[in-house]
């Protein structure tokens, strides 16, 4: 009998067991069935993708810190179409940014986190600015309060997701971030999808004890738009199951970087996040490189050869707090297209 097996034998569905085996602490699970993508293996249910490079333009691509589309390695897992997990596709440089924006950019007024709920506006407004002390005097006796940013559990973008009602509304609605927008098309441009609209972000931030229970996202009206899902900080133990809530699920790591599509058949799917994991060393390390905001004379003559790129530079004391955070924590984005073209929300 194989280890799921033994798992799987007792009253629960194989989905809540799985999602509470791989959550366990004491003993710590096995992992070894948990796919992992960035050892380029096609093994088991894992295949390789065909993307549509060519409908990326290379320029676009690093313009967002991205690889140029042929060099995207995209995989599929049997039995879910739809699905295309994309194995880090950032340029090295370039994560960064990325993570600056979600850690003192994307929390900014207009956007709505976590806080704005039991804090007044004033309190919130600057949730980097309030945290940056503590967060980069590593040598600060225990402190008796977390900063702001070690509370921020979720940030929401374009129109807000409402956590009760689970819905959105024309009328809670604000500028959906227009750098997001650029990677989450280029992304969806290479995985067949012309005319994605990024229209409503979701950022969740992790800490090593967190995890997301198991879920569908259906609220969004048009479900022939694909989600997109991007990874930074540390790692995760991601299950993707089927459309029934019981129904086993595929494990498989996310790593700082990873970007995942689910479209088609697998965009309702049930998914959860039992776990966080420390990244592997060789995984983070080499992608946390921030490049110089400014350059040394002798190197400004090279970094003109290069193409523009819109990412602005991530100063070296906002790196610093960035660096500090990622260390323990784990953000993840997932950006979707809530109506259809020509869709409206229906009169309440
Ligand atoms: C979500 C989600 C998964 C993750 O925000 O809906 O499923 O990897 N996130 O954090
Ligand atoms: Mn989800």
Not at 140 to 156: A, C, D, M
Not at 205 to 214: A, C, F, K, P, V
Not at 323 to 328: D, E, F, G, N, T
Request: proline share 9%; charged share 20%; aromatic share 10%.
């Amino acid at each position: 009998m194989s280890k799921m097996a033994a798992v799987v034998e007792s009253g629960e569905d194989a989905f809540k067991q799985l999602f509470k085996f791989y959550k366990r602490r004491k003993p710590p699970p096995d992992f070894s069935d948990v796919i992992d993508f960035s050892e380029h293996r096609c093994t088991g249910k894992v295949v390789p993708l065909k993307l549509n490079p060519s409908a990326v333009c290379d320029a676009a691509a690093y313009r967002v810190g991205l690889h140029p589309a042929r060099d995207w390695r995209a995989y599929g897992l049997q039995g879910y179409p739809g699905f295309v997990f994309i194995s880090n596709p950032f340029r090295k440089g370039s994560q960064p940014f990325w993570i600056r924006q979600c850690l003192k950019t994307y929390p900014q007024k207009p956007n709505v986190c976590n806080l704005d709920m039991h804090m007044s506006l004033c309190d919130t407004q600057d949730i980097w600015q309030r945290s940056v002390h503590s967060l980069s005097s590593p040598s600060l006796p225990r402190r008796q309060e977390k900063s702001l940013l070690e509370r921020l559990r979720w940030v929401t973008l374009g129109y807000h997701y409402n956590w009760d009602t689970k819905l959105y509304s024309a009328e809670h609605h604000t500028p959906f971030p227009s750098d997001l927008e650029t990677l989450s098309q280029q992304i969806a441009l290479g995985c067949g999808f012309s005319d994605f609209e990024p229209q409503a972000g979701i950022l969740n931030y992790y800490r090593s004890d967190s995890s997301l229970g198991i879920h569908v996202d259906e609220s969004e009206l048009d479900h022939s738009r694909p989600l997109l899902s991007f990874c930074f900080g540390q790692s995760a133990v991601f299950l993707l199951g089927g459309t029934q809530r019981q129904d086993p699920p595929t494990a498989m790591y996310m790593h700082s970087g990873d970007v995942m599509v689910m479209s088609g058949q697998s965009r309702l799917l049930y998914h959860a996040v039992p776990r966080i994991l420390p990244a592997p060393p060789a995984l983070l390390s080499p992608e946390l490189q921030n490049l110089p905001a400014s350059t040394p004379p002798e190197q400004q003559q090279q970094q003109q050869q290069a193409p523009p790129s819109e990412l602005e530079p991530v100063s070296e004391q906002d790196w610093a707090v960035c660096l500090r955070y990622i260390q323990s924590s784990r953000i993840n984005v997932t950006v979707r297209q809530v109506l259809g073209a020509g869709q409206s929300f229906p009169q309440r």
